[in-house]
């Protein structure tokens, strides 16, 4: 899905596939990025339930790297996964000179699509919110776009009707809903129907977003339990509820403990926990103290095969 291939219609399909980590960005211990462990991850994910990849999201510390860091990450990891999973880059800003400037510089980096998140702090009207995904949109035309609500972390909120208006843009195809309520994907069904491929932004609510109309999730917990949420999808898709919700009901406790505290920095203690070297997150972001990392330990151990 780069400039040489054809847009696809996400008309009842999933086009970034069923399971898309939002990945950490790993750092040294001196806090430089670590593209060599951003690599084998990637690897690692793409080999372990990950259909597709975020980079420098949410998860990913955006708002403490530089471009120049978001590029590097997204050059690493596309040479990484070498087209066996697609790679996202996260080119949201409350700057719409910038977000069009990161959009068009994914494209031309080979990104398969850009996660852009709803302008944070400065709150603009739908209008304005509508008026920034129009230049989005247009900057980088053959580049795939989901567009991703998170009103916890932006203090704003994009109307479905908003969404909707904006689907007269060829290459807006998918959303990520992570209000928290599976109301959010409701509302943009009836307005949207299959023209938009909504993604749960929540790992607690892809099967009840699934059960709604979601057609995937973009994952935090897919760094330790890839292949087990993929295993909860298909058991859905194929009819299997029983199966699904005993898959949802024994992943729950991690993918609460992952949100304990702000994420990543949960998650990087996971990670670190089992072997993965991607340091501390960036100041104003903590390590996991002790109280989350017990929690996590004992959760993890109970999830490992007997």
Not at 39 to 60: F, M, W
Not at 74 to 81: P, T
Not at 176 to 205: H, N
Request: proline share 8%; with cysteine; charged share 15%.
């Amino acid at each position: 899905m780069n400039a040489s291939v054809p847009i696809p219609s996400p008309a009842g399909s999933a086009p970034f596939g069923r399971v898309i980590t939002a990945m950490v960005t790993p750092f040294d211990a001196e806090g430089s990025v670590d593209l060599a462990t951003a690599e084998r991850l990637a690897d690692h994910l793409v080999r372990h339930g990950s259909d597709g990849l975020v980079v420098c999201g949410t998860t990913g510390e955006s708002p403490t790297l530089s471009w120049e860091e978001q590029l590097a990450m997204l050059q690493a990891v596309r040479s990484a996964v070498a087209g066996r999973a697609l790679v996202l880059a996260g080119t949201g800003s409350n700057c719409t000179l910038e977000a069009v400037a990161a959009t068009r510089a994914a494209a031309a980096h080979g990104a398969d699509g850009a996660l852009v998140v709803v302008p944070y702090y400065n709150k603009p009207p739908q209008e304005g919110l509508e008026a920034h995904f129009r230049a989005v949109a247009a900057a980088a035309p053959e580049l795939p776009l989901m567009l991703y609500n998170i009103p916890g972390r932006t203090g704003c909120n994009l109307a479905p009707e908003t969404t909707a208006r904006l689907l007269d843009q060829p290459n807006v195809l998918s959303y990520k809903a992570a209000s928290g309520t599976t109301e959010e994907v409701s509302q943009l069904r009836a307005l949207c129907g299959d023209r938009l491929a909504i993604y749960s932004g929540d790992d607690a609510l892809t099967l009840p977003m699934l059960a709604v109309g979601a057609v995937g999730v973009v994952s935090v917990a897919s760094h330790l339990v890839g292949d087990q949420i993929q295993a909860l999808i298909r058991a859905y898709l194929a009819g299997d509820g029983r199966e699904a919700l005993r898959r949802h009901e024994q992943l729950l406790p991690l993918f609460r403990a992952l949100f304990c505290t702000t994420n990543p920095i949960p998650l990087k203690a996971a990670l670190e926990m089992g072997g993965w070297p991607v340091g501390a997150p960036r100041l104003p972001l903590l390590p996991a103290d002790t109280t989350v990392r017990e929690r996590l330990s004992s959760i993890l151990a109970a999830l490992r095969p007997t």
